[in-house]
């Protein structure tokens, strides 16, 4: 019986002890809880917000259809660029597929679709005449390259420049004024 009285002891002792460990720990779960929530309120409130002054926010394309309109007179002051562009004035090439100049590693080719944007006294005949010396050229061009050059951060736009000037040192009458890549990949 002294044994069962120990034991009942030491049993009423151990849930004291638990007694006292939750107790203590419960007001310190409470407050974090409680502040996790404040915080997640608080997240939730401002995005409510933002997303509200995003609704409210007029849309791009109306303000610009309302001042080629003429109906917002802020916007109807500043001119608007546009360029006209007309189908003489762009003329296409046919797709190219070019080995690349061998740099290290396997051999590499580039698939390149480009059109040709030309100066308003130019000719589109003149253009067309000399297709096959502006093909050429633009090989010549691509075959010199390393997939570095052209990958680098201006490579593509240097191939531009460098393509347009050949291709302005045939024409007589007028000039590429603009090199449009409608298709670039390199393998």
Known sequence: MAEEEVAGNAQEQQQDVAKKSTSQKN?????????????????????????????????????????????????ANEALPTEEVTKE?????ASFTVNLAQGDGPRRYVRLNAVLKLS????????????????????????????????KRDGKLYLKQEIKSAINSYLIDGKVVDVFYVGFQIN
């Open 89 to 93: 004035t762009l003329v296409d090439l």
């Open 120 to 151: 308003e006294d130019s000719e589109v005949s003149e253009v067309e005449a000399r297709k096959p010396q502006i093909r050429d050229t633009i090989i010549s061009i691509l075959n010199s390259k390393r997939p570095e050059d052209i990958l």
């Open 27 to 75: 007001p310190l779960v409470a407050v974090l809880l409680i502040l996790n929530m404040l915080m997640m309120g608080t997240v939730a409130f401002f995005q409510y917000k933002f997303m509200q002054m995003e609704a409210d926010r007029p849309d791009l394309t109306q303000l610009l259809k309302e001042a080629q309109a003429g109906q917002n007179p802020e916007l």
